[in-house]
């Protein structure tokens, strides 16, 4: 696909998942707000440019956003033709749903106050929302992707085809978990390092027993590892650096066991994972592994070398 195409594909991607969002926000919102509501904070919206919002693209929208989401935009035409969310109250309980929320409705807010925008600072997501579209819809539609990708541990570039099982975000980054089909394996891949990304006719269905949250349930991070499976893991967390372990758990296994004067006892199980121990590094004198003893001899190597650079 020629440069300036592409280009444009991602910037009419990116505007159509915009769209869509501002949309949910909207109605959301609003619990219950007519078409002519709709179209009248639509042409006060930063994305309008000033233009109505056509009926018909507003039900091309409603179908999409069902399709993409799972997010029901139904009417009430016994309460003056006003449109609503189906359950929303779901949309509380967490998942993709209280993302799209919690993200895009502030920055639809944001963008409407202009005088707000530089005093509210936001961490950057490298190329999340360049790959985000079409690797969503793909994941839709059920069909493989044909991606070229470079990672940080190989020299060259190169081209594969996978499925699109789930993405997730993490520390900045937004991460496609899919099988790579001629490997018949799964791959975790940041979207910031791929460098092409097409829609191919080739069909796929996830197996009816993969769970997203099963796949990561003992992980703290992206990284799952046979090698390395999950085990009890005990961090001791010196002064008020446990408040922020209390408020923020790091994982969901988190228990509080000891409580000390000045310090607390934590204990997880889940997979001792490189980014794990990156996580407890970040920390430093904070947080000492009481247990287990590899992983202790771990961060003690670890610091060792940090030591040495001095």
């Known amino acids: 696909m020629p440069y300036l195409q592409e280009r444009n594909y991602d910037i009419m991607a990116k505007d159509l998942f915009n769209r869509y969002i501002w949309l949910v926000d909207t109605i959301y919102r609003a619990d ?3 078409f002519e509501e709709i179209n009248e904070k639509w042409t006060r919206s930063s994305m309008s440019g000033g233009e109505d919002l056509p009926l018909k693209t507003f039900h091309n929208h409603r179908k999409a956003i069902e399709d993409t989401f799972d997010i029901n935009i139904v009417c009430d035409k016994k309460n003056g033709y006003r449109y609503h969310i189906e359950n929303a109250d779901d949309m509380k309980r967490g998942g993709v749903r209280t993302w799209l929320l919690n993200t895009f409705a502030v920055n639809n807010l944001i963008n409407e106050s202009h005088h707000l925008k530089r005093r509210i600072m936001f961490e950057q997501i490298p190329s999340g929302q360049k790959y985000l579209t079409p690797i969503i819809e793909a994941m839709r539609d059920g ?7 470079k990672s940080f541990w190989r020299q060259s570039r190169y081209v594969t085809e996978v499925e699109p099982y789930f993405i997730k975000i ?3 980054r937004w991460y496609m978990i899919a099988r790579d089909v001629s490997r018949d394996v799964m791959r975790i891949y940041a979207l910031d390092r791929i460098q092409g990304l097409s829609q191919t006719e080739n069909a796929f ?4 027993d993969f769970s997203p949250d099963a796949y990561f ?17 005990e961090l001791k967390v010196y002064g008020t650096q446990r408040e922020y372990f209390r408020t923020l758990p790091l994982h969901h296994s988190q228990e509080e066991i000891d409580p000390g004067e000045d310090y607390s006892v934590f204990r997880y199980y889940l997979a001792p994972t490189y980014d794990f121990i990156q996580e407890i590094l970040s920390h430093g004198y904070n947080v000492e592994v009481k247990s287990p003893a590899h992983l202790r001899e771990q961060i003690r190597r670890h610091a060792e070398v940090i030591l040495s650079r001095g």
């Open 32 to 34: 219950g707000i007519t």
């Open 143 to 149: 069909r493989t992707l044909e991606m070229t990708y």
């Open 170 to 172: 993490f520390r900045q």
């Open 205 to 208: 269905e996830v197996p009816a």
């Open 217 to 233: 349930y003992n992980a703290f991070g992206v990284i799952v590892e046979d090698a390395c499976p999950p085990e009890i893991i």
